[in-house]
T-cell receptor, first 110, second 113 residues
Framework: GQQVMQIPQYQHVQEGEDFTTYCNSSTTLSNIQWYKQRPGGHPVFLIQLVKSGEVKKQKRLTFQFGEAKKNSSLHITATQTTDVGTYFCAGLEYGNKLVFGAGTILRVKS | NAGVTQTPKFRVLKTGQSMTLLCAQDMNHEYMYWYRQDPGMGLRLIHYSVGEGTTAKGEVPDGYNVSRLKKQNFLLGLESAAPSQTSVYFC????????????FGDGTRLSIL
């Protein structure tokens, strides 16, 4: 079945450093969604990418969807303590269910 | 505007006991979902519903049952709780198809002893 792999599992950065998490699917995706979960909280939708090669930005966050629509990345520029949390990608295969990656836990040292 | 509300927030059960987790949404969403979240495994879909009166199995449905008698409510039942069902359970809803963003409740932390 469809699998969505996310790396790294965990990253600890110094405040001000950049951070990137990668998401890879075993199959071609219809679209990919990204969510953020603060410690002790619930997942919150960040963005959805649909088009091959699509790039979207939200302030310091940059999201990319691969040309083959099988991978995606989230890059945070100059991390802040408010960026702490777990970032999940979720891939939707054509005609199938949304499958979540295991998430990347981001910790920021101030 | 409450969004997605889950009750209870915490519960401790003994092995073999049964219980029902309640999820209510006030956004008039068609789709509703139940997930479990375990360390290092992300969110795994248990069951989902594409509309009132319909339910379907997700990735890990065994040991759980669901009902969607009203559009705004989605119930998750454990008939005979097992320690392997210790987890954090999240309910979510989306406006229409799976292409739509999902809105999550605050979760239910369930421990089975």
């Amino acid at each position: 079945g469809q699998q969505v792999m996310q790396i790294p599992q965990y990253q600890h950065v110094q405040e001000g450093e950049d951070f990137t998490t990668y998401c890879n699917s075993s199959t071609t995706l219809s679209n990919i969604q990204w969510y953020k979960q603060r410690p002790g909280g619930h997942p919150v939708f960040l963005i959805q990418l649909v088009k091959s090669g699509e790039v979207k930005k939200q302030k310091r966050l940059t999201f990319q969807f691969g040309e083959a629509k099988k991978n995606s990345s989230l890059h945070i520029t100059a991390t802040q303590t408010t960026d702490v949390g777990t970032y999940f990608c979720a891939g939707l295969e054509y005609g199938n269910k949304l499958v979540f990656g295991a998430g990347t836990i981001l910790r920021v040292k101030s | 505007n409450a969004g997605v509300t889950q009750t209870p927030k915490f519960r401790v059960l003994k092995t073999g006991q049964s219980m029902t987790l309640l999820c209510a949404q006030d956004m008039n969403h068609e789709y509703m979902y139940w997930y479990r979240q375990d360390p290092g495994m992300g969110l795994r879909l248990i069951h989902y519903s594409v509309g009132e009166g319909t339910t379907a199995k997700g990735e890990v449905p065994d040991g759980y049952n669901v009902s969607r008698l009203k559009k705004q409510n989605f119930l998750l039942g454990l008939e005979s709780a097992a320690p392997s069902q210790t987890s954090v359970y999240f309910c979510a809803s989306s406006l229409g198809s799976r292409n739509q963003p999902q809105h999550f409740g605050d979760g239910t932390r369930l421990s089975i002893l």
